[in-house]
């Protein structure tokens, strides 16, 4: 466990350990949740499919492509919730296809419209 005052800043940085130094790493998702078993019923985005969905969100130069830095506010749900549990998605890619899900960025899916 990370201990943290609600809206302290919380750093966070991901690192990929791997010989093949071509490969990229991208933060898809990252959604916290009030327990740790559950990440999907009671839930905030942090990012969602690389669209950034909290306003205190932010990206940190990193040196090495295989390596992602960044932060936000620390929260809590609910009073009776004093633990927040994050659950993240990355992806993996080779560097330079930019075919590939890391280099696509935020994806917004857009709505269905519904018929009459």
């Not at 991208?26 to 499919?49: E, M, W």
Request: glycine fraction near 2%; hydrophobic fraction near 30%; aromatic fraction near 18%.
């Amino acid at each position: 466990p990370y201990y943290v005052d609600v809206n302290q800043n919380l750093f966070l940085e991901a690192y990929l350990h791997s010989s093949d130094s071509n490969l990229v790493l991208f933060l898809d998702t990252c959604v916290a949740s009030p327990t740790p078993h559950n990440f999907t019923t009671v839930t905030y985005d942090i990012i969602r499919n690389g669209c950034v969905r909290d306003s205190t969100y932010a990206t940190y130069y990193s040196p090495y492509k295989y390596m992602i830095r960044f932060k936000f506010n620390a929260f809590q749900f609910i009073r009776y919730n004093p633990s927040v549990y994050l659950q993240c998605e990355l992806v993996v890619c080779r560097a330079y296809d930019y075919s590939s899900r890391c280099y696509q960025g935020c994806i917004s899916r857009s709505k269905r419209e519904a018929s009459s």
